[in-house]
């Protein structure tokens, strides 16, 4: 699945925990532009012919993935819900 991953960023609360590989034009849009803008738990699944974008806005946690676009989607919502309880 790693390999799958072309970039992950996760928050709790409004902090950063996490954005590997580091891409600061990408996380300053997804902060400011997506983040802000999304309801608490939500979960959308973007579709295009470079990658797959997921996102999950929960309680406390917030995970947006973006993958290639072969990915299993149970896979990477599997990823998500396993980032959300740590």
């Known amino acids: 699945m790693k390999d799958k991953i072309l970039y992950s960023l996760i ?31 939500r979960k959308i699944i973007l579709t295009t012919n470079k990658g797959n974008i997921f996102y999950h806005n929960g309680e406390d946690k917030t995970v947006f993935c973006v993958v290639t676009p072969d990915t299993n989607k149970s896979e990477v919502w599997l990823f998500i819900h396993q980032i959300e309880g740590l």
């Open 11 to 41: 928050l709790d609360g409004n902090t950063l925990l996490a954005d590997y590989p580091k891409k600061e034009n990408l996380k300053n849009t997804i902060l400011d532009e997506i983040v802000t803008t999304m309801q608490k738990n």
